[in-house]
């Protein structure tokens, strides 16, 4: 039998960090959250989605420059991740190339969505999530 696997997955910003997860059987990712890091301890709010979604299994977007190149930005996510792994005992983290996600997760709300832009900013970013974790999970297939 094989075993289905949850997963959570972070877009992770300076300001804002996207949260996203999967279904039971790991198939579809829905928008779950945004974390405001100047509001909310980030790392201590992962670790309540994981133990409220049941499993330990991350998903977390690498922003890299178009040629594949890593920038700064991919430096302070790996910090991140560095920190969550102090925190959280037995982790697993998935790391996925998220170079066009917040570009698609931006254009999808443009074709969906009027409303202003605040309210769209607050969507992106675990839209963004989502598409990461969508990205993750059809590739696995």
């Known amino acids: ?10 877009d992770v910003g300076d300001v804002r ?19 405001d890091r100047r509001k909310v301890k980030a790392v201590k709010r992962i670790e309540e989605i994981l133990i409220q979604e049941n499993t330990k299994s991350l998903v977390i977007g690498i922003p890299k420059s178009l040629d594949g190149t890593e920038k700064r930005q991919a430096e302070k996510v790996r910090e991140f991740i560095e920190k969550l792994n102090k925190s959280i005992e037995g982790l697993e983290i998935f790391e996925v190339d998220e170079r066009l996600t917040t570009v698609s ?3 999808l709300l443009n074709e969906t969505n009027k409303k202003g832009a605040l309210e769209k900013r607050k969507v992106v970013d675990k839209v963004a999530a989502a598409i990461i974790l969508q990205t993750f999970l059809d590739r696995k297939k």
């Open 1 to 10: 039998v094989k075993m289905f696997k949850k997963y959570v997955a972070l």
């Open 17 to 35: 960090i996207g949260v996203a997860k999967s279904d039971i059987m790991g198939i579809l990712a829905t928008p779950l959250e945004v974390i």
């Open 105 to 107: 997760a931006d254009r």
